[in-house]
C-alpha cells in the first residue's frame, strides 16, 4: 500500500474506531469495497442502538418540515393535538404515511376478519333460504346483516388512539419494528459510506462529488 492509503486507513480506523486488518486492506480496489469492509468490521461490533430514539427522530423531522414546529417544541410528552388539532389528526397521520414508508400501520386496518366473516355470510343466507316462515327468513337475515356492517365498520381504517408523541412513536413500533430496523440499518448504512467518502477525498485532496463506489485507488486516484 502507498503511503496515502496507508493514511486513507489510519483515518477510516480512527473515525469509526474499528481496526482494519492489513490483508483485507491489501485486496480493496474501491472506495465501495472500503465501505463495504467497515460496514462488516461495525457489523459484528455490540449494537445499542434504540430503535424508539430513530423512530421519534423521524417523526420530529417530519412534523418540523410539514408543520413549521421548532424541533425543541417536538418533545415525546407533546400532545398529538398541540401539533395538528385537526379532527382525527389528519393531517399529521397523512404526512406520516406519505414521508414514512414504515408507517403504514399506523392506521389500523386489517381486512382479514371480513373477507374470511364473508363466505359465513353467505352460508347462512342460503340456510335462511330454505327455511319458514318468512317472519323467521326477515330475522335471520337482518340479524347477520346487522352483524356484517358492524364487522366492516370496526375494519375501517383509523389511526391507533395517542395523546402525546410519545404515545405515537411506541404504537409506530409495535406495528412496525422490523420495519424500523430495516430503515435503521439503510440509514446507518448510507452514512457511513458518505463519510468514508468524505474521508477517501480529503485523504487524496479530490473534490468529494467525484467519489463514488466504483472510484479505483490506483487507477482513479493514483494511490
Not at 38 to 45: F, T, Y
Request: glycine share 4%; aromatic share 8%.
Amino acid at each position: 500500500m502507498g503511503l496515502d492509503t496507508v493514511e486513507l486507513v489510519m483515518d477510516v480506523e480512527d473515525a469509526f474506531d474499528i481496526r482494519l486488518p492489513d490483508d483485507e486492506c491489501c485486496r480493496m480496489r474501491t472506495v465501495g469495497q472500503l465501505a463495504d469492509c467497515v460496514l462488516d468490521h461495525l457489523a459484528a461490533k455490540p449494537n445499542d442502538r434504540c430503535m424508539t430514539a430513530y423512530a421519534f427522530r423521524k417523526v420530529r423531522r417530519v412534523i418540523v418540515g410539514a408543520f413549521g414546529r421548532p424541533p425543541a417544541e417536538v418533545r415525546p410528552n407533546t400532545a398529538v393535538a398541540q401539533i395538528d388539532p385537526s379532527p382525527g389528526r389528519r393531517s399529521l397521520y397523512a404526512r406520516l404515511r406519505e414521508e414514512l414508508d414504515w408507517s403504514k400501520e399506523l392506521f389500523i386496518n386489517n381486512m382479514t376478519a371480513l373477507l374470511l366473516f364473508t363466505p359465513v355470510i353467505a352460508a347462512i343466507a342460503w340456510l335462511v333460504a330454505m327455511m319458514q316462515p318468512v317472519a323467521v327468513q326477515v330475522a335471520v337475515v337482518s340479524i347477520v346483516s346487522f352483524l356484517w356492517i358492524a364487522l366492516a365498520w370496526s375494519q375501517r381504517p383509523r389511526p391507533f388512539v395517542v395523546h402525546t408523541l410519545g404515545d405515537l412513536t411506541h404504537s409506530l413500533l409495535r406495528g412496525n419494528y422490523i420495519r424500523v430496523t430495516e430503515a435503521a440499518d439503510r440509514d446507518a448504512e448510507e452514512r457511513v459510506r458518505i463519510q468514508v467518502r468524505a474521508i477517501v477525498a480529503e485523504t487524496f485532496g479530490v473534490n468529494v462529488a467525484r467519489v463514488n463506489d466504483s472510484l479505483r485507488f490506483v487507477e482513479d486516484l493514483n494511490a
